[in-house]
């Protein structure tokens, strides 16, 4: 896995653009930030809801790591090389899902019914 195939995924999503923040790469949704990727190009984090990131910390701990903002725990931290592919796109998914208005979500889930 590296940043052309993370830069793929999020961007075959419905109205997604990419960004400058900071010092990152953002992904977003008319918007609102669903992905960040550090200049190092070596990780993505990607902002899901607390059950994901526990998912995705079980079932990968050597890709995966929790990413706090402070208290919060915000999302999970995926180091790119060696992790399997699909978690990324099921994780990049599942941000874009919670980021995107219902609407949008529900007509790409029309043609996407198997995600």
Known sequence: MDEVEVRAIALGLPETREQPHF????FRVR?????????????????VPEEDVHNAVAEQPDSCEELWWGQKLD?????????DPSLVNWLLIAAWR???PKKLVADWLETNAEV
Do not use: C, N, W, Y
């Open 23 to 26: 010092a990152m790469t953002s």
């Open 31 to 47: 918007g609102s930030i669903f992905a960040t990727m550090p200049a190092e190009r070596d990780s993505v984090h990607v902002f």
């Open 75 to 83: 999302g999970v931290r995926v180091k790119l090389a060696g992790t």
């Open 98 to 100: 919670q980021k995107a």
